[in-house]
Every structure is written in structure tokens, then in C-alpha cells.
T-cell receptor, first 114, second 115 residues
Framework: GENVEQHPSTLSVQEGDSAVIKCTYSDSASNYFPWYKQELGKGPQLIIDIRSNVGEKKDQRIAVTLNKTAKHFSLHITETQPEDSAVYFCAASGSGTSYGKLTFGQGTILTVHP | DTEVTQTPKHLVMGMTNKKSLKCEQHMGHRAMYWYKQKAKKPPELMFVYSYEKLSINESVPSRFSPECPNSSLLNLHLHALQPEDSALYLC??????????????FGEGSWLTVV
């Protein structure tokens, strides 16, 4: 089955700095890669996603890049703010019998210091 | 805000109790999911329903029994649970494969404590 590795496990930055979280996946059939933000006591919130036919996607301060050949994808947050502090999860899923089956990375605890 | 609503938000139950978790979505999604999340761990898939039929069961013990009464509702019936089943139970929904989408939206979860 799919295996997703996520690094780093913790990330501490100063307000205004950029933050980068990286993930690698094992199954070349995976074609959908979402990123979730989870605040304490809440469910995961989708913040951005990318499909395998696209190399990069941006939404305001958040961007995701995908390298299918190397099987890795990254989340980039620019101009970080204290409210960006949360746990971030990357995930991967495929089609067919793997449809809807998200395999998550272990998560990154992001702390943005004012 | 999430459009997947879960009740109750918190549940404490004894090992001999029978209880149910409920989930509702009004996004017209035909795929619904149950995930389990332990503290400081990522969510893990339990069940997938597509068009009200169970399509994936990730070898979940029979003390967890899912039910999809209609396209908007998803229940998880709990019976004879163990303390190690204490976790955050997340409901999610998405378009079905037939509809061409797989963006999955999560609810806020139900915190379950088994005593």
C-alpha cells in the first residue's frame, strides 16, 4: 500500500518568515495530494490540494509543488502569521480501488512566533 | 467552516454500552467516510461508503458498525468498545469517483472516551 513520509515533524519560525514542509510518497499510482491544517480540538481543514497533472498550485500565501518523477510534494507558506500555527498533514490518494483512501503523513507541528 | 456536521462532539461510554456517532452533510456528496485519529497521530481510514453502499472496510473490528441510511447521513454504531478505542472519530465526505472528484472534507469530529 501507499506510504507517505513527512518532514520536519516540528517547525518553528518567526512571524513573516516562510515555512516549507516536505512529503514523499511510495505509490506511483497516487494522483491526488491534499494538505490539511488541524488546529487543537478541531477536525482537519483542507487548505490546498494538487493533482498529478499539475506541477504547482498557489492560493494567496500558500503554494504546493509536485514532482511526480521524484514522488515528492511540498507545502510553502509565505509571510507566516501566528494564526498559521497548527499541525499540518500531507496526504496522498489514488483512483480505482484506492479512491477516497487518504494515506496521511505523520504531521508537522508548525509554530509561528510573533 | 466545515459543512460536515458531527454529533455528539464528546461522548463518554462504558465498555458495555451501546452508543452511536452521527454525521450529516448537505453538499450533495455521494461518498462518505469514517476516520479514526489517536492523539498526536494522523487520521486513519476506517470505512468508505459510496452511493450508500459500503465500499471499503479497513479490517475494522465488528464492535464498530457503520450505517448509511441515506445520501446525507452516516452513522457509526459502537458496542462493547475497549479503552484503547478512545480517539477522535472523524466523518468526511466527497464527490464519488463517478462524479470525478476526490476532494475530501472533514467534520470537526466526535471525541470518544471509553471507560
Amino acid at each position: 500500500g501507499e506510504n507517505v513520509e513527512q518532514h520536519p515533524s516540528t517547525l518553528s519560525v518567526q512571524e513573516g518568515d516562510s515555512a516549507v514542509i516536505k512529503c514523499t510518497y511510495s505509490d506511483s499510482a497516487s494522483n491526488y495530494f491534499p494538505w490539511y491544517k488541524q488546529e487543537l480540538g478541531k477536525g482537519p481543514q483542507l487548505i490546498i490540494d494538487i493533482r498529478s497533472n499539475v506541477g504547482e498550485k498557489k492560493d494567496q500565501r500558500i503554494a504546493v509543488t509536485l514532482n511526480k518523477t521524484a514522488k515528492h510534494f511540498s507545502l510553502h507558506i509565505t509571510e507566516t502569521q501566528p494564526e498559521d500555527s497548527a499541525v499540518y498533514f500531507c496526504a496522498a490518494s489514488g483512483s480505482g480501488t484506492s479512491y477516497g483512501k487518504l494515506t496521511f503523513g505523520q504531521g508537522t507541528i508548525l509554530t509561528v512566533h510573533p | 467552516d466545515t459543512e460536515v456536521t458531527q454529533t455528539p462532539k464528546h461522548l463518554v461510554m462504558g465498555m458495555t454500552n451501546k452508543k452511536s456517532l452521527k454525521c450529516e452533510q448537505h453538499m450533495g456528496h455521494r461518498a462518505m467516510y469514517w476516520y479514526k485519529q489517536k492523539a498526536k497521530k494522523p487520521p486513519e481510514l476506517m470505512f468508505v461508503y459510496s452511493y450508500e453502499k459500503l465500499s471499503i472496510n479497513e479490517s475494522v473490528p465488528s464492535r464498530f458498525s457503520p450505517e448509511c441510511p441515506n445520501s446525507s447521513l452516516l452513522n457509526l454504531h459502537l458496542h462493547a468498545l475497549q479503552p484503547e478505542d478512545s480517539a477522535l472519530y472523524l466523518c468526511a465526505s466527497s464527490l464519488s469517483p463517478r462524479e470525478g472528484g476526490n476532494t475530501i472534507y472533514f467534520g470537526e469530529g466526535s471525541w470518544l472516551t471509553v471507560v
